[in-house]
């Protein structure tokens, strides 16, 4: 059950030659929370998470990787890659805009996603479904993030998109 984030917990602790419960008490927890996060019981909220990975010398984008990979089943978690993406050339010059940039409205964010050839499936079935689409009515940031963000791990299905939707909010929920 031990988990890529329990080990490099436990990695941390050991370097500075705490227990788990000094350790604890340097970030606030017991120390049989930090037990239960070095053996992969649970995870750590992303906040401490963060904590941890500033002291283990961990970048603010891979420790939010890794933590978004701990939270989905084995089989999605090899689609998490924690290297940084490449940049795309295209023939006009460097970098790629995406078609969504600057657009504000939902609909109109919609109507692009489902125009574009290049858009993934599994998020044009989701913006196709128009009860989904007034259940959960998605913001045009929103839309754009699953294209841009989660466009690049694939095409993905209808409920892997809605996930990512879920995802996409929990972050920018505060």
């Known amino acids: 059950m ?10 941390c602790r050991e370097k500075s030659g705490l227990t788990q419960d000094q350790f604890g008490q340097k970030y606030s927890v017991s120390g049989p929370a930090i037990f239960k996060f070095e053996k992969g019981y649970v995870k750590p909220s992303l906040d401490l998470w963060l904590q941890f990975a500033k002291d283990l010398s961990i970048t603010e984008q891979q420790a939010v990787l890794l933590w978004i990979k701990a939270k989905l089943p084995k089989k999605y978690q090899a689609f998490i ?19 969504l940039d600057g657009i504000t409205d939902a609909t109109k964010a919609r109507e692009v996603v ?4 290049t ?11 128009d009860d989904l689409w007034e259940l959960y009515k998605p913001q ?35």
Not at 81 to 99: F, I, Q
Not at 114 to 117: C, D, I, K, T, V
Not at 144 to 163: C, I, N, P, Q, W
């Open 119 to 129: 858009m993934p499936k599994g998020l044009k079935r989701l913006l196709k479904d």
């Open 81 to 99: 890659s924690l290297e940084a993406p490449v940049v795309r050339e295209d023939a006009k010059g460097y970098g790629r805009k995406s078609k």
């Open 114 to 117: 489902l125009s574009e050839r």
């Open 2 to 11: 031990k988990s890529e984030i329990g080990a490099l917990i436990a990695e």
């Open 140 to 174: 045009a940031s929103e839309i754009t993030t699953l294209a841009v963000v989660f466009g690049k791990l694939g095409d993905g299905t209808k409920s892997s998109y809605r996930e990512a939707l879920r995802l996409v909010r929990e972050f920018s929920a505060e």
